[in-house]
């Protein structure tokens, strides 16, 4: 009989060897750029601080990249970009305290958009834990409790020999479905001290995988093939767990319209019969997938933007699946599936039989019309216009990445992404600045290839320091800013709300002169000259500026 432990492989007579002298000068930096390493890590964010200095250090020995943000939430919405754009985890440096806590709004978009970052951070020496007041620089309580409530699992180390197990523990936490941030501390002296550990060698930290029940997947393949007027709500899920395909094949077989939440935009295609694209902030959205008999929801939650402001009242079953088990039925009772909507996916298609065409194309087209002409009563040809452009300018592999203003409000619902996985926004957690220190990780992931970025003057305000980073790496990033002259979602909302706005207004600086100081160029456009200033800026390597001066309304909402 063979045993695991029978399985165990033994080391070559140049491992051991190599284990038993390790080489002189390294620390315990040295074993977290390592273990990073045979993680098959490539690239690192961060920004340095005292007390992380040791795994600074470390790099210079090492073959990762560094790519160093000037702030560090900015380096957090970076490695998001990056672990969205490649699948893998984003390692993030950080040092104790304010630096540490500098990067929680960023965390806090990467859990709700289900991106992989793994970010390490110092802590003050290990005499100075416990929740003692010693007065060591940077000192927290309880460093781990701001992260807790925001990432997916905490790690904290204590030697150098948990180094390598927790940052592997870490990276396996991250990337298994639903993907997410974790949070690993060490003290500073345990970074710092020499170290006689064997150099850190290749690690598995394989994901768990998040299988649906099959007594589960037998039930909803039977409530879909018995299904009058299916319709498939597609989320973030799906692009997270790249299923786009498996999606496509199934709402063709059988002849289900798909919405895609603003979170899954670009899992269905635009265009296909079976679209209705992204318009669930629409009344006439919101009826159709009330009416449907049966209806599967993949990966969404169906929270605040993807069920109309909570005025989504299903009448149908409801089939949910979801590799986040707290989202199952938290906004709907379902037949909740905990599972990563590949495999679940993948489950369906083996089981759900063809279903005969009833007019579903023709149905979506309705839908379509009438959201069309509830748009275009209200007389927003500017605001479509700029995305028109904006779509056109944008080769259709390239990734965009949009801050919380109010043309990416637009194009949460009205833009063509046209490929999976190549539109971000931040309404996971809704906080400003994400826009373009995304657009930087995206960059980095993916050298050559352009990348946009879209903020508002508010938004931008948050991210200017970037700029250096930018110029520095060189990276290939345009960045529209659209300057109304203040928050001009928060405008309209305070106006509608009150009669006045209080606090919207802002100061800005001359955008282009600012970007030209950093040596990135820079072009103030018009709506006329939009579509050929972001073409050219998007066609020329290297980090470029497009200034917008515009006004920009929002459509009228229909959950009011």
Same mark, same amino acid.
């Given at each position: ?50 007390? +992380? ?34 699948? =893998? %985890? ?6 104790? @305290? ?31 834990? !416990? @929740? ?25 180390? $204590? ?55 099959? =007594? ?49 935009? !670009? ?78 996916? &993948? ?13 579903? %194309?023709? $149905? ?9 002409? $509830?748009?275009? +009563? ?90 250096? &980073? ?44 600012? +970007? ?45």
């Amino acid at each position: 009989m063979t045993h695991d432990h029978d399985l165990v492989l033994r080391p070559t007579a140049a491992q051991t060897e190599a284990a038993l002298n390790p080489p002189a000068g390294r620390n315990g930096g040295d074993l977290v750029v390592e273990t990073l390493a045979g993680l098959g890590a490539t690239t690192v964010f961060g920004l340095p601080g005292q007390h +992380a200095l040791g795994m600074f250090d470390a790099l210079r020995r090492s073959d990762l990249r560094y790519v160093g943000l000037r702030v560090e939430n900015n380096a957090g919405f970076a490695a998001d970009a990056y672990g969205r754009i490649t699948g =893998e %985890a984003a390692p993030l440096l950080l040092s104790t @305290g304010p630096g540490a806590l500098m990067s929680l709004a960023a965390l806090q978009e990467a859990a709700a958009a289900s991106a992989p970052v793994l970010a390490i951070g110092s802590q003050v020496p290990a005499a100075g834990l !416990g @929740g003692g007041r010693h007065g060591y620089l940077h000192e927290l309580r309880d460093q781990q409790a701001s992260f807790r409530d925001i990432v997916k699992s905490v790690h904290a180390v $204590r030697t150098q020999s948990q180094i390598p197990s927790a940052i592997a523990a870490a990276w396996q936490s991250a990337l298994t479905a639903p993907h997410g941030p974790v949070w690993v501390e060490i003290p500073q002296d345990v970074l710092l001290a020499e170290t006689t550990l064997p150099v850190v060698t290749a690690l598995d930290a394989t994901p768990d995988e998040v299988v649906p029940r099959p =007594e589960l997947t037998a039930v909803a393949a039977q409530l879909l093939a018995n299904a009058e007027r299916p319709a498939i709500i597609a989320g973030g899920g799906v692009v997270r767990a790249d299923a786009s395909g498996k999606l496509l094949a199934l709402a063709e077989r059988l002849n289900a319209p798909v919405v895609t939440t603003f979170g899954g935009k !670009g899992a269905f295609p635009w265009e296909h019969p079976l679209s209705l694209q992204s318009w669930l902030e629409d009344r006439h959205t919101t009826d159709f997938l009330e009416d449907a008999d049966v209806l599967l929801v993949v990966g969404s939650g169906l929270g605040e933007l993807s069920s109309n402001y909570h005025t989504f009242a299903p009448r149908g079953r409801v089939i949910q699946i979801e590799a986040d088990a707290g989202k199952l039925e938290s906004n709907h009772p379902a037949l909740g599936i905990h599972a990563d909507a590949r495999l679940a996916l &993948t489950a369906l298609l083996e089981t759900v039989p063809p279903r005969p065409d009833r007019g579903d %194309a023709e $149905r979506v087209r309705a839908v379509l019309a009438a959201v069309r002409e $509830r748009i275009d +009563a209200q007389r927003l040809t500017l605001e479509q216009q700029l995305l028109a452009d904006v779509r056109a300018a944008l080769p259709d592999d390239a990734p965009s990445f949009w801050d919380m203003t109010i043309l990416a409000y637009w194009a949460w619902s009205a833009f063509d992404a046209r490929r999976p996985n190549t539109m971000h926004s931040a309404q996971g957690a809704g906080g400003l600045g994400y826009g373009f220190p995304a657009a930087l990780g995206a960059a980095a992931a993916e050298p050559g290839r352009p990348v946009l970025a879209v903020s508002g003057d508010g938004g931008a305000m948050y991210s200017l320091a970037e700029l250096a &980073t930018a110029r520095q790496y060189g990276l290939d990033v345009t960045w529209l800013i659209v300057d109304d002259g203040g928050y001009g979602i928060l405008r309209e909302y305070m106006t509608d709300a009150f009669g006045e706005a209080t606090g919207t207004e802002l100061a800005r600086p001359d955008f282009t002169a600012l +970007a030209e100081s950093f040596g990135v160029p820079a072009v103030r456009t018009s709506p006329d000259a939009l579509r050929e200033d972001l073409t050219k800026a998007l066609n020329t390597p290297g980090p470029s500026v497009v200034v917008l001066p515009a006004v920009l309304r929002m459509f009228a909402p229909t959950h009011l």
